[in-house]
């Protein structure tokens, strides 16, 4: 066994050191531990690679902005070890590299298990919700809530040592490379892509996961064409620490069949993968006259996708939701101008943009604005003490009675969005 840490990933080594490579990825909020009760069984066929995600168990604490650049990350490891095509297995954030591997990098990749995966993991709202939080009051409610988003009753009930060890786990997480992490999963989304994954793949899901449950899995077997689904009965979200034999039997199998002919070949280098013409660019949408006298694209898409991200997916369908003959102009100007005209653009950051829009909406008495605007500004990465700060600072130069309004919409927001849910 060899053990390394390096700037790029933190990462060990197990078996034979001629054998094919089999890459364990982890899952949010764990270390590589987690994989620790397949590794008797899997080192007798296969060196198994583990790394660990920025900021957990220890790992230098670089957080990554996409799941893009985390798989970029390994395959920077894996090329400083000469490592060129290798299987994978990964568990939640895990599977989502793995599915990042399979679709840009397919040439690397020889078999795929997706764990407790999903080709979009809940909403973009819910793991940015857990940023704030996380923000606000640090990893423990975080490490409160694993259990019983990980294992299911009767096993937290008859495991509590291996239940206080995941909680650990999360506790010793660096918080800001939780916060990127939940970012990464906010953005993920390979629904429309999945159709474009071309190496065999096994989809392992709990029967009883709340969080990737069955239907996501069913998604993936679905949208893959070479595909396999297993339901694990007994286990929810960590199905390798709740049924680590029934989890190491699936992968054995999977990964030997796959293997069989011509398994020792995988260490040797791989052509690499043949140039593809670039696809032509998708016509733009039709966007206003003076846009396009300008010979600019429409921002509207743009401001869309940065509404969203800001406000939150669930606002802003509502707000479109709502929009009828008399406002539906008006939501797209909002969306073109207001966030795909300035809130795109590169001078000031998101959280300046939100101090800005705070003390704006403070000036103007906009309170059902400025509450709306509080939610991105925690969003955004404002913390509530900096919420504090912007207020009272407004409060000289906008006038106290202002200030004491936006106070109240602030404390009742805060509250709202800093309280961990049961």
């Known amino acids: 066994m060899t053990q390394t840490t390096a700037e790029t990933l933190q990462h060990r080594f197990d078996g034979p050191e001629h054998a094919p490579v089999l890459v364990l990825g982890p899952s949010l ?23 660990d995600l920025p900021g957990h168990g220890g790992a230098p604490a670089g957080p990554v902005a996409s799941v893009g650049e985390l798989t970029a990350r390994l395959l920077a490891v894996l090329d400083g070890l000469g490592v060129q095509r290798f299987g994978y297995a990964g568990c939640s954030i895990g599977g989502a590299v793995g599915a990042e591997l399979a679709l840009r990098h397919p040439h690397r990749v020889a078999s795929l298990a997706l764990v407790s995966a999903s080709p979009r993991f809940g909403t973009a709202d819910e793991f940015r919700q857990r940023g704030v939080i996380v923000r606000t009051n640090g990893m423990e409610p975080m490490a409160a809530a694993a259990p019983a988003r990980w294992f299911t009753p009767a096993f937290a009930a008859a ?57 996501d899995a069913r998604t993936l077997v679905a949208g893959i064409p ?6 694990v009965p007994g286990a929810a979200h960590l199905t390798p620490v709740e049924q680590p034999a029934a ?7 999977h990964f030997s069949s796959d293997w069989e002919d011509g398994s020792t070949t995988l ?6 993968a043949p140039e593809e013409a670039p696809e032509a660019a998708p016509a733009a949408p039709e966007g206003p006259p003076e846009a396009a006298a300008a010979g600019r694209p429409d921002p ?64 103007g008495g906009h309170q059902a604005s400025l509450a709306t605007h509080v939610r991105a500004a925690l969003r955004n990465g404002l913390t509530p003490a900096e919420i504090r700060e912007v207020l009272l600072q407004s409060a000289v130069y906008c006038g106290v009675p202002a200030a004491q309004a936006a106070f109240e919409t602030a404390r009742e927001v805060v509250r709202q969005e800093t309280t961990p849910q049961p």
Request: charged letters at 25%; aromatic letters at 8%; a negative charge.
């Open 29 to 51: 909020g764990t270390t590589w531990h987690m994989w620790d009760r397949q590794i008797p069984e899997l080192t007798r066929t296969w060196r198994v690679f583990r790394y």
């Open 159 to 215: 495991q509590p040592a291996i239940v206080e060890w995941a909680v650990q786990m999360v506790r010793t997480t660096d918080p800001g490379c939780y916060i990127a992490a939940c970012e990464a999963l906010a953005a993920f989304d390979v629904r429309p892509e999945l159709g474009r994954i071309a190496v065999p793949t096994l989809v392992v899901v709990g029967e009883q996961d709340q969080v990737t449950g069955p239907g």
């Open 226 to 231: 070479d595909a396999r689904l297993a339901l």
């Open 247 to 253: 989890v190491t039997d699936l992968l054995v199998r």
């Open 267 to 272: 260490l040797a280098p791989v052509p690499p």
């Open 300 to 363: 509207y898409d743009a401001g869309m996708k940065v509404r969203r991200e800001v406000l939150g997916e669930a606002y802003v369908d509502g707000v479109l939701a709502d929009a009828d003959e008399m406002t539906g102009d008006f939501q797209e100007l909002l969306t073109r101008y207001a966030w795909g005209e300035v809130w795109t653009r590169e001078g000031l950051d998101r959280r300046t943009r939100s101090v800005v829009a705070l003390t704006a909406l403070v000036a």
